[in-house]
């Protein structure tokens, strides 16, 4: 099945403790994206991959890291989380000029306390 | 700039009753692409459907329907004799032909009664 998957759906952290989440797609997609999902504001896209090794900032990057070692993993990291990153996370992909629509990931929502 | 506007924050109805969720968008690219997203209480997103800017037939399925207006710049849902299973928020979003982001407006939040 065509999928993405993000791990995990649920986290709680403390500020300041290094997390990752981890995004995979099986669908060959050259780009992959995350979004963060908050209440009256939609999904902002924070970090996006074209292919392998080719990552650049989206509209609200601060507090993240990503890395596109493979094609099919996209991890997000956040090195010192603070309650303002308390979001819901989308990882999401599809092929290259994205006319089909995304993919997304089932979510994780993270609590940063 | 690129913006989507989805004015309707929180729509009420009773089921059975028709809805039509708004959607006006902002663009100065001629080739673009719109996107209903459904998010259930589960919380995933569900994509309903994707309309090029070349393409301003209507489409229907099911008790779903879209009009796609780009004298108004709009991009309206419609849900024709709605279901409690409709219950969710529904985003609108936008791309342009040229890049692979996605602009999503702020969501409607679809509430149906029984």
């Known amino acids: 099945e065509a999928q993405v998957t993000q791990n995990p759906r649920y986290l709680i952290t403390v500020t300041g403790k290094k997390l990752t989440v981890t995004c995979s797609q099986n669908m060959n997609h050259e780009y992959m994206s995350w979004y963060r999902q908050d209440p009256g504001l939609g999904l902002r896209q924070i970090y996006y991959?074209?292919?392998?090794?080719?990552?650049d900032k989206g509209d609200v990057p601060e507090g993240y890291k990503v890395s596109r070692k493979e094609k099919r993993n996209f991890p997000l990291i956040l090195e010192s989380p603070s309650p303002n990153q308390t979001s819901l996370y989308f990882c999401a992909s599809t092929t290259l000029t994205g006319t089909y629509g995304y993919t997304f990931g089932s979510g994780t929502r993270l609590t940063v306390v | 700039a690129q913006k989507v506007t989805q004015a309707q924050t929180e729509i009420s109805v009773v089921e059975k009753e028709d809805v039509t969720l708004d959607c006006v968008y902002e663009?100065?690219?001629?080739?673009?692409?719109l996107f209903w997203y459904k998010q259930p209480p589960s919380g995933e997103l569900v994509f309903l459907i994707r309309r090029n800017s070349f393409d301003e037939q209507n489409e229907i399925s099911g008790r779903y329907s879209w009009n796609f207006q780009k004298s108004t710049s709009s991009f309206n849902f419609t849900i024709t004799a709605s279901q409690v299973v409709d219950s969710a928020v529904y985003f609108c979003a936008l791309s342009a032909y040229n890049t692979d982001k996605l602009i999503f407006g702020t969501g409607t939040r679809l509430q149906v009664f029984p």
């Open positions: 991959s074209m292919n392998v090794e080719v990552t």
């Open positions: 663009t100065r690219d001629t080739t673009y692409y």
